[in-house]
């Protein structure tokens, strides 16, 4: 995705590039699959309006098939499914009185005390929200998405979601009621017709055939300590470079450098983790299983972190009344569940979700398993100062940028993607080079 946007702003501000593509298929994680006549995409994707110079462009490009949605998402805990992002009165009546009166207490607690430092993300958890509500959604859920204990994890993993649950709204709400909800209800977001691949689609398509090349793995990167050389296509073909933009996941990048950089460097480069992600997919024969974008699920007895029916997005995903559900499930290479086989993976799926009692055995009339590598950068303590070190020991490649969730280690979205492409554009053009692949 990244790589396609650096390359759209080239062919719009008539840069010549070449796109290099390990795979068949471009569009990397941010592409929908098909099954039948079941569209589906890699992980419950959205198209958040937060960068209007790259909504405008993305509107342009895909004009009419692009819809604004409006659903909401929900927590599933203990059965019952909970406002997300975390909503006060909803709280009330989902917890009770006990409960909500003291997590109530806690969060008013937390932010009128004096400020204490988020070392980590279980610390900036407790400091914010207060022990019972990070206890119920916080700590237990983004374990199982990041693979690490909170107190390993940086308080960067937040993000954005999280902003809308201040003290402000949290006492707007409790005292007058819905009607500040709307303020930070993540509900709203841009989602084409036929599915979140489209956006790569249409980049690809406005980059055109001839300027991408498809199975073409890099598998090395040549240098003279101070300039990319060329690059190494699976394994054999030599392609010289002139300006480089690099989409490579970090720690991939530096092991195929030639010659081999300096050992401290790579060992910096190597401790970035990567978490992959298995989506198991149910097709099923049924008109719908809720009204909901996303469904995150906090309890650590499931697997699964988040399940989305793609039907709410667009009703082109799903043919005439039938519908489907797609589970992510968050792992690492070396963990059982990524070297279970299909069958398998599905069976225990399909035992969790009919637990929840969302969808019942019978129904279901075809099943599917994706891989996705490298699904997020896992923000541990510490990684922002080991990629400021990587930023600043690449300075020495005078043509060389990165760009991408992976290539510059950000937890980065599709907007963010755009944003990065526009902006290497903008400096080839401000600094009068890019007349290279
Ligand atoms: C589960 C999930 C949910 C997401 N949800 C959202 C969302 O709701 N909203 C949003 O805006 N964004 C979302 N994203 C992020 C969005 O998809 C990413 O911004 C995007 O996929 C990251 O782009 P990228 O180019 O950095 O990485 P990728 O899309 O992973 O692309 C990297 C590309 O590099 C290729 N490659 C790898 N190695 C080589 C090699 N050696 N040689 C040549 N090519 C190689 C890969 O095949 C791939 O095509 C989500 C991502 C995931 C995984």
Partial sequence: MAGLSVGYYAKKNGLPFTIYEANNRIGGNCITLKHGDFLFDSGAHRLHDRAPEVMKELKELLGADLNRIDI??????????????????????????????????????????????????????????????????????????????????????????????????????????????????????????????????KLAEFCGKENIIRDAKITKILHNNNRIQAVEINGNDKVDTDEVVSTLPLDYFFQVMEPKLPDEILSIAKGLRYRNMILVTFFLDRESVMEAATIYITDPDFFITRIYEPKNRSRHMSPPGQTSLVAEIPCQEENRLWNLDHDELIRLTCSQLTQTGWIEEGEIIGASVSRLHNAYPILEVGYANKVQKINAFLKVFSNLKLSGRNGRFVYAWIHDMMRFGKEINEEYINNGSGEGK
């Avoid at 009165?89 to 008013?108: P, Q, S």
């Avoid at 980590?120 to 700590?139: H, P, R, V, W």
Wanted: with cysteine; aromatic share 14%; charged share 20%.
């Fill in 72 to 201: 909401p998402s929900y927590i599933f805990h203990q059965r019952k499914l909970i406002d997300f992002p975390l909503s006060p009165l909803n709280l009330l009546r989902r917890l009770g009185l006990y409960t909500f009166t003291k997590a109530a207490f806690e969060v008013i607690l937390s932010r009128l005390g004096a400020k204490r430092s988020n070392r980590n993300f279980e610390s900036f958890a407790l400091n914010t929200y207060g022990k019972t509500i990070a206890d119920l959604f916080l700590l237990n859920y983004s374990e199982k998405l990041w693979g690490a204990p909170c107190n390993q994890l940086s308080s960067d993993i937040a993000g954005t979601r999280m902003r809308g649950l201040n003290l402000k709204t949290f006492l707007t709400e409790a005292i007058f009621g819905h009607k500040a909800k709307t303020e930070h209800l993540d509900g709203s977001f841009y989602y084409p017709k036929f599915g979140i691949g489209t956006i790569s689609d």
